[in-house]
């Protein structure tokens, strides 16, 4: 038997299809790409070694940025994203007009007329991180949610969400800082990424949406964005519109690459290192910096007036503590920024202690009494 086999490296992940000639799907694999392209191909072909037999393998069509990565002898067909996306996708889904793809380093919206009979139209937000999966798992991140339970918490969002900048990462990111110190409910900031990734996808395109519209990539596993999307779509076409996940929505590259490759030849091995020149420098190893004990060694042994500082960064907040003398210096730990909502509610970027206002000495562990509130830490 004779098969076809597609691989699709994206920017955080390759994926492979291996099909019969007839289109019918017989493997599906994927593979983060950690140090390299090349590294993560050859990790899905040993893989696929183990179940197949590669000489069985009679084409291969690959869609990918990385146009030296192949060497030539191995006459693999390269494709571009959009039409083995469309391939992919109307090989099962022939009534397809809108195709939305969001990855995690790429998005755009694909507009189909008559299938790929007539020039297909594509529109993408190619210069900015936002409205991709790599942004949504930053800003999870720093909000100290998983992606796991994204879309889960996102979904609890009740009431108008606040409103995130779309168009730039970096505003977007702005927008969430300012959140985080207002208190924002953290379910409210994720359905709010949401919905900015919405209207960007929204903004791609003029007039109405033709449909059905289907929505692909690793972000379609996210039922938070396939809401937003739902409604953002609806209010730009004036009725409910109902975005269409379809099966194998992280696949349809793979499998529209190795569908077109029918009636071409190609080799399948591993790629070897030698095609693949890298050119490094070797820096010298960084110092090691001691750390003073004086610092370390500070503790508050008994009740005093004391004077907090924080410093709220987008990262990071950080804290001090003076004593009435303003003599010596308390650090308190590094806190993640899911803490600091916790402070700004409270005492802002800097905060006098009154007298009435104690720090009490809890065993290896704090307790500050700022304005009726608790903070604890160790």
């Not at 998005?107 to 991709?132: E, Q």
């Not at 001090?320 to 730990?333: E, W, Y």
Request: hydrophobic share 40%; aromatic share 6%.
């Amino acid at each position: 038997m004779s098969y076809l086999l597609g691989i699709d490296i994206g920017g955080t992940s390759a994926k492979l299809a291996l099909i019969e000639e007839d289109g019918k799907i017989v493997h599906l694999e994927i593979q983060k790409v950690t140090s390299n392209a090349k590294a993560a191909v050859n990790s899905l072909t040993t893989a696929l070694r183990k179940q197949y037999n590669l000489k069985d393998i009679g084409a291969v069509g690959i869609t990918s940025s990385s146009k030296e990565l192949i060497p030539k002898e191995f006459k693999w067909t390269e494709y571009g994203s959009s039409l083995a996306i469309a391939s992919g996708l109307l090989h099962n889904h022939p009534d397809a007009k809108t195709i939305i793809q969001i990855g995690g380093q790429s998005s755009f919206v694909l507009s189909l007329k008559d299938g790929l009979k007539k020039p297909w139209k594509i529109s993408s937000n190619s210069l900015c991180a936002a409205g991709t999966g790599r942004f949504l798992e930053q800003q999870a991140y720093r909000l100290g949610v998983s992606m796991d339970d994204f879309a889960s918490l996102a979904l609890q969002c009740q009431g108008n969400p606040p409103r995130i900048a779309a168009r730039c990462s970096v505003f977007a990111k702005s927008d969430l800082i300012h959140l985080q110190q207002k208190g924002v409910p953290v379910a409210a900031m994720l359905y709010a990424l949401c919905e900015s990734i919405a209207r960007m996808v929204v903004s791609l395109h003029k007039g109405s949406f033709e449909e059905p519209v289907y929505f692909i990539g690793g972000v379609a596993a996210n039922n938070a964005m396939v809401k937003a999307l739902n409604e953002a779509f609806s209010a730009r076409n004036g009725h409910k519109v109902e975005i269409i996940v379809p099966e194998n929505y992280c696949f349809m590259g793979a499998l529209g690459s190795a569908l077109l490759s029918k009636g071409h030849s190609s080799l399948v091995d591993l790629i070897p290192d030698s095609d693949s020149i890298q050119h490094h420098f070797e820096l010298p190893k960084l110092p090691v910096i001691a750390v003073p004990e004086g610092k370390r060694s500070l503790r508050i042994k008994e009740e005093c007036v004391g004077y907090l500082g924080v410093d709220i960064g987008s990262t990071s907040t950080k804290a001090v503590i003076l004593d009435g003398s303003v003599s010596s210096i308390f650090p308190l730990p590094i806190l993640p920024n899911r803490w600091k909502i916790l402070i700004m509610r409270q005492c802002g970027y800097l905060t006098m202690l009154p007298p009435s206002h104690k720090i009490i000495p809890l065993g290896d562990a704090s307790i500050l009494i700022i304005k009726g509130g608790l903070l604890l830490w160790k």
